[in-house]
């Protein structure tokens, strides 16, 4: 994923970084949506039992990589800095991933941008990986209907990369990934008030509208945060800069999961039912996103033509900038 990203200012400017990294996403969740077809088709004709929903999965991948493998022309390399000569490769990117670490403190409001990514990330990876236990314990989904909730996931986060790549563009990424996580904000909050026992046994229909609400802002949410990353970052560092978002989405999938986890032992322990102990651990997930958009909003919209080092915080903007 690093290198894939690392390609997206290599095709795209500031006005069109949007659109592109939209088109990109949105054409990653078709891929998303014909695997999940092909599980689907596998299941309900070999059983739960089979590996062969893997198998199709990975022959898909690999004739999907093929266009960029063969298509995609990249600049040439840069050649090894002075003070890297003998040095292997690998000892050279862990030197420049450190480097890196040490350098983000000058990209004025980056570290800030980095923090409510992390959440952001935290957010969505601890959705989907809980998705289909919260819908089999609360909503009593099959393995079937599962698979069917992630397909149509899919298929709204089609339109919603998509389209929010050309919003993007018209009123800038920061704007766009704020309303974003409004989106998210309000299908957890669907899920969690929907779900309440004390109104009747939870009904499928509000999963479903989840989904669909959640696909929208999946789609639009992380393909707008890695168009905002990417208008920060100079060209001469975007493989390395993209590692280091790259890495940061890694650790996120730790925090949200055990997130969800403390909470929903703590509350059944606790002797809240099973549905209201992951109703509530859900809600714990929703205050990532709370967070996120607090943070965001002290992070400005960088401007197209400044130098991709002056990235500032709102309260360093002089009127008249």
């Known amino acids: 994923m690093p290198f894939y990203n690392a390609w997206l200012p290599e095709i795209s400017d500031e006005k069109t970084i949007g659109r592109i990294g939209g088109i990109g996403f949105a054409a990653g969740y078709v891929g998303a949506m014909l695997t999940i077809i092909i599980a689907l088709v596998s299941v309900l004709s070999l059983g739960t039992n089979s590996t062969m929903p893997y198998l199709l999965c990975a022959i898909f991948f690999l004739v999907f990589s093929i266009p960029a493998i063969k298509f995609l022309k990249e600049r040439p ?14 000892k050279i990117g862990f030197g420049r991933v450190k480097r890196t670490l040490k350098e983000i403190k000058n990209y004025q409001g980056l570290p800030l941008f980095m923090v409510a990514y992390f959440l952001l990330a935290d957010g969505i990876t601890t959705v989907i990986f809980f998705a289909a236990i919260f819908g089999e314990v609360v909503f009593s989904f099959s393995i079937a209907n599962i698979l069917i909730f992630f397909a149509v996931t899919q298929l709204t986060a089609i339109p919603g990369a998509f ?84 890495l940061t989405g890694r650790f996120a999938a730790i925090l949200g999961p055990l997130m969800f986890a403390l909470v929903l032992t703590a509350t059944y322990n606790a002797g809240f039912s099973l549905v209201d102990a992951n109703r509530y651990a859900l809600l714990s997930i929703l205050s990532f996103f709370v967070m996120a958009f607090l943070i965001l909003i002290k992070v400005r919209q960088p401007v197209m033509g400044e130098s991709k080092t002056q990235v500032h915080l709102e309260d360093d903007i002089r009127p008249g900038m």
């Open 77 to 90: 390399p840069m050649m090894k800095r002075p003070e890297e000569a003998g040095e292997s490769y690998v």
């Open 163 to 246: 389209i929010f790549g050309y919003v993007a563009d018209s009123i800038g990424t920061k704007k766009t990934l704020m309303f974003t996580l409004i989106i998210w904000i309000s299908a957890l909050s669907i899920a969690f008030i929907g779900s309440d026992p004390a109104f009747g046994p939870p009904q499928e229909i509000t999963w479903w509208v989840t989904g669909m609400i959640a696909g929208l802002g999946m789609g639009s949410a992380q393909s707008t945060a890695r168009s905002m990353y990417g208008q920060y970052i100079p060209e001469e560092k975007k493989s390395e800069m993209f590692g280091l978002y790259a």
